[in-house]
């Protein structure tokens, strides 16, 4: 009898087990994550046949030949027809999230593979040679054995075309900086294709290397000397209004359409009222922080006093460190989530180059902080902007910002839950989202102690609210760069190089027209969430930020859907509005 309520006990036990070991895995992966990751694979596989192979091995990043695209877009049909045969009905919400937005990831890619092969179509006047250089690759590919004398003559002729597209291009006065971006891609590409095929064949086929390595050079050297050309001829608009910062305006149709891709339901002129309203709320909060410091009205003057509490020299590090230590202190008192012991033993800390500086004026940061500070390469303006622009009670509202539970512990936790949706569901609304939804909490929940501490935490949420008309005014072409710089200062207190910098970065960076309005609009978002689950007492704090940051890259929409457990129909449309609007 005993031996049988142990053996009884046992196996529940196991199954009990089991059934939680189930449950448990079941929040790392849902029934869509092998079709995520096998379409990104899938993806890379072709890009790796149909792609230049450097010499000894691996393979390079070059924009798609037209077969190659071709390739893909026959793909993304597969897959499209994979999730239309899914059955969709037995996923929960996270897997329903996972099919909507792997569906809509095919499909915008799709869209976007067939718009490339139209606009090479459109191009194709520019590179007539190209499809000698793809026959060559194309036959490298399974190492075919070619003719050396046959191959010289083709590189040949493709030296005479080449030669007559340039004569043609040096009579066009300009060519829209777009389709200047595109052909530099693609004679790029052909480069790199080129080189690939040549490196497999010379110095192994006695022939070949015997023919063409002298036309091969002559090739090489007419396809760069053809791309400055091509550059030479763009449209690309250096403002000349003061600032010498150039950019292309996309237009409000192509803007509101990036919006609607990345699941915002407003438009622009939404989002503008959002960062009037929300920029009126700051300055109401800034005058009462100005009268307590006795300087009334004259919030600027409170301001510039806090400007100039920097550190002495070389004491920046030692101010970083302590305002870490300070947020994690807050978030642990007021019980606000649980940070791996790990993840604040390993992030790092560097100092930001003078020349990186010059884009960016403020600290950044990631697995480790980035500090901006004075370098001794700097003039003495320029070290005083640095200083005056990273005051301590600047930085207060930051430096969690970008390490704990900011950044830092975004690239920590997306390694290790749900990591196939980093990749494949990337969205800076959720990136910078998180982020600055922790500097709005901080403040919401009294982090700024003092009236110089809530000076300069509304900084940067007027920042934040600036990011987002500026960025709209420039690509709607309301506003130059130098119009955007003189914003920054006379409306938020920017230090000018500092403002410049910002500028600069914003628009000849590497960021889309989305990426620096996704700041404020990610964390108003993830704010809307919180007091949807957290104010109404369905989650606590902890649970919240631990269900979040597993939960790993999406829209905040569908994070909102999982969170509130709804039920998604397959071509869910995004119209989440999570803003109010006073009257």
Known sequence: MKSTKITTFILTLFFTNNVVMAQDLYQHTTPIEPLVIQYGHDQQAINYFYGPMPKGWGNQAAAESPEQIQRLITLDKEYLQKLKDFPYAQLNTNGQ???????????????????????????????????????????????????????????????????????????????????????????????????????????????????????????????????????????????????????????????????????????????????????????????????????????????????????????????????????????????????????????GMIMMTAERQLVNPFFTGGREISISYPTNTMTQEQKLMSMRGNNPYFSRGTVQHELNPGHHLQYFMNRRYKPYRERAFNTPFWTEGWTLYWELLMYEKGFAHTPEERIGMLFWRMHRCARIKFSIKFHLGDWTPQQCIDYLVDRVGFERANAHGEV????????????????????????????????????????????????????????????????????????????????
Not at 104 to 125: A, H, N, P, S, W
Not at 202 to 226: C, G, H, I, R
Not at 557 to 576: C, F, G, V, Y
Request: hydrophobic content about 35%; aromatic content about 12%; charged content about 30%.
């Open 504 to 583: 600069k970065r914003s628009f000849e960076g590497s960021y889309g027209p989305l990426y620096q309005l996704a700041y404020l609009v990610g964390g108003l978002q993830m704010m809307s969430i919180k007091k949807e689950v957290v104010d109404s007492g369905k989650m606590t704090y902890k649970q919240f930020h631990d269900r979040v940051i597993k939960e790993n890259y999406m829209p905040m929409e569908m994070l909102r859907a999982i969170l509130t457990d709804q039920n998604l129909s397959p071509d869910h449309q995004t119209s989440w509005k999570f803003y109010q609007f006073k009257k």
């Open 97 to 347: 999230v996972d099919y909507i937005l792997l569906n809509r990831k095919v499909k915008f890619d799709m869209e976007g593979l067939q718009e490339q092969l139209k606009t090479y179509e459109r191009l194709k006047i520019y590179v007539p040679f190209d499809q000698i250089i793809y026959d060559f690759e194309k036959l490298r590919r399974r190492g075919t054995t070619i003719n050396g004398e046959e191959v010289a003559k083709s590189f040949q002729t493709a030296i005479k075309q080449v030669k007559e597209a340039a004569e043609k291009v040096k009579s066009v006065p300009t060519i829209p900086y777009k389709d200047v971006e595109f052909l530099k891609e693609v004679i790029t590409s052909l480069k790199l294709r080129l080189t690939s095929a040549f490196d497999f064949y010379n110095e192994y086929d006695p022939m070949f290397t015997w023919w063409v390595p002298t036309p091969y050079k002559q090739l090489s050297e007419e396809l760069t000397a053809y791309s400055k050309l091509i550059a030479e001829k763009s449209d690309w608009k250096v403002f000349n209004d003061g600032s010498n910062i150039g950019g292309a305006p996309i237009g409000k149709e192509a803007f509101n359409k990036q919006l609607q891709d990345e699941m915002i339901a407003y438009t622009t002129d939404d989002l503008l009222r959002l960062a009037d309203q929300e920029f009126a709320w700051c300055e109401a909060e800034l005058l009462k922080a100005s009268q307590e410091m006795g300087f009334g009205k004259d919030w600027k003057a409170a301001q510039e006093k806090v400007k100039n509490t920097y550190v002495p020299e070389g004491r920046q590090p030692e101010l970083i460190l302590k305002l870490y230590n300070d947020a994690q202190e807050f978030i642990r008192k007021h019980d606000l989530m649980d940070i791996p012991s790990l993840a604040d033993e390993t992030w």
